[in-house]
């Protein structure tokens, strides 16, 4: 089955600095690249989604990545805030697998003002 | 905006009790899903419904667990005994045509507690 492993599992940067998540997924026929974004005690939802015929999509801060020969995707945010502290998940779907997404491990960021 | 919904928010139960955990998705999408999270770690795929049947189940979702769509709206997650590794938080998803099609909305989650 499908196996997603997401970098780092915590990241600490400063108000205005970017940060970069990493995930790297296994089964090729994936084809649909969420990533969710997780605050304390509540739902995961979803900041962007990538497919795998695009390299790159972006929505104002938030930039997704797609490599598909390697096997991996990026969530890059830009200028970030402290509202932007949460833990982040990468998923992919699509797979032979069909009917599920799988989730990375999930990465904690934290912004400091 | 409508959203899923889920019952109860928080169960607390001893172990080896029945637990019946309740969902409505959202009402025009046609795949649910139940995902479970254990404190602090990864969301981890249970289960998958369409058209009536599930459509896949991880190795987590053993005989102790079954899913049920008992009339056009509710989607229930049950657990026969429970044990205490099955304390975590169960979330219900659902989306419009399956998961490589697009987002899956979560509801706000059941914590259940097994003592």
């Known amino acids: 089955g499908e196996n997603v492993e997401q970098h780092p599992s915590t990241l600490s940067v400063q108000e205005g600095d970017s940060a970069v998540i990493k995930c790297t997924y296994s089964?090729?026929?994936?084809?649909?690249f969420p990533w969710y974004k997780q605050e304390l005690g509540k739902r995961p939802q979803l900041i962007i989604d990538?497919?795998?015929?695009?390299g790159e999509k972006k929505d104002q801060r938030i930039a997704v990545t797609l490599n598909k020969t390697a096997k991996h995707f990026s969530l890059h945010i830009t200028e970030t805030q402290p509202e932007d502290s949460a833990v982040y998940f990468c998923?992919?779907?699509?797979?032979?697998?069909?009917?599920?997404?799988?989730f990375g491990d999930g990465t904690t960021l934290t912004v400091k003002p | 905006e409508p959203e899923v919904t889920q019952t109860p928010s928080h169960q607390v139960t001893q172990m080896g009790q029945e637990v019946i955990l309740r969902c409505v998705p959202i009402s025009n999408h046609l795949y649910f899903y139940w995902y479970r999270q254990i404190l602090g770690q990864k969301v981890e795929f249970l289960v998958s419904?369409?058209?009536?049947?599930?459509?896949?189940k991880s190795e987590i979702f053993d005989d102790q667990f079954s899913v049920e769509r008992p009339d056009g709206s509710n989607f229930t997650l049950k657990i026969r005994s429970t044990k205490l590794e099955d304390s975590a938080m169960y979330f219900c998803a659902s989306n419009v045509a399956g998961p490589n099609t697009g987002e899956l909305f979560f509801g706000e989650g059941s914590r259940l507690t097994v003592l």
């Open positions: 990538i497919r795998s015929n695009v």
């Open positions: 089964d090729s026929a994936s084809n649909y």
């Open positions: 419904f369409y058209n009536n049947e599930i459509s896949e």
């Open positions: 998923a992919a779907a699509g797979s032979t697998n069909a009917g599920k997404s799988t």
